[in-house]
Nanobody, 128 residues
Framework: VQLVESGGGLVQAGGSLRLSCEASGIPTDDYAIGWFRQAPGKEREDLACISASDNSTYYADSVKGRFTISSDYAKNTVYLQMSNLNPEDTAEYYC??????????????????????WGQGTQVTVSS
């Protein structure tokens, strides 16, 4: 499994950014894929996840209403649209996937498990 993130960069507070995650080599049609982030000195946290089988989604409370996850399976790409960004959103953003997940919620919230594949990350910096 290979995941390649892109779209990070520097944005002013209040601005928007769209991240992309191109996936390849996933061995199943029903997999979970999502976005996570880690700020300096903080633990990695879940943001939003989507199921490939039915497009159901999960959002962390901290990003509901501001971030939207979507997918284009023809392009094997998952997106994270982020709006109304603030400096607290500054972090390294990661895409992860699990081809054999149990439930979408468990994948998104208990992501430190074996079997989860990670991308290399893309940096998002929000200036005040």
């Amino acid at each position: 499994v290979q995941l390649v993130e892109s779209g990070g960069g520097l944005v002013q507070a209040g601005g928007s950014l769209r991240l992309s995650c191109e996936a390849s080599g996933i061995p199943t049609d029903d997999y979970a894929i999502g976005w996570f982030r880690q700020a300096p000195g903080k633990e990695r946290e879940d943001l939003a996840c989507i199921s490939a089988s039915d497009n159901s989604t999960y959002y962390a409370d901290s990003v509901k209403g501001r971030f939207t996850i979507s997918s284009d399976y023809a392009k094997n790409t998952v997106y994270l649209q982020m709006s109304n960004l603030n400096p607290e959103d500054t972090a390294e953003y990661y895409c992860a996937a699990d081809p054999y997940y149990a439930t979408l919620d468990s994948f998104c919230t208990a992501f430190y498990t074996s079997g989860v594949h990670w991308g290399q990350g893309t940096q998002v910096t929000v200036s005040s």
